[in-house]
Nanobody
Framework: QVQLVESGGGLVQAGGSLRLSCTSS????????VGWYRQAPGKQRVLVAR???????DYVDNVKGRFTISRDNAKNTMYLQMNSLKPEDTAVYYC?????WGQGTQVTVSS
């Protein structure tokens, strides 16, 4: 059973930064696209950023220029660097490496 474990969430003031990490229990990142999703209260889970096995990245418009997704295949870990955080970034963040999901980590941005 593959497990994805996220860390790095927390409470931060608007304008601050956080770095999320997602570590896999198995070597699954190297051959697949992986991504970060988020789910705000009362809303659907949506894709925030993804990175292909070749390193191509893609972001939802409202995080472009603020968030950076990266991966370290040797460490079975992916990251989401989040800068210039806004209250509307508040959500539970999930990492995904199909078909596996992490348990989620809460990010709360205060105004």
């Amino acid at each position: 059973q593959v497990q994805l474990v996220e860390s790095g969430g927390g409470l931060v003031q608007a304008g601050g930064s956080l770095r999320l990490s997602c570590t896999s229990s198995a070597r699954i990142f190297s051959g697949t696209a992986v991504g970060w999703y988020r789910q705000a209260p009362g809303k659907q889970r949506v894709l925030v950023a993804r990175i292909t096995s070749g390193g191509t990245t893609d972001y939802v418009d409202n995080v472009k220029g603020r968030f950076t997704i990266s991966r370290d295949n040797a460490k079975n870990t992916m990251y989401l660097q989040m800068n210039s955080l806004k209250p509307e970034d508040t959500a539970v963040y999930y990492c995904n490496a199909f078909p596996y999901w992490g348990q989620g980590t809460q990010v709360t941005v205060s105004s």
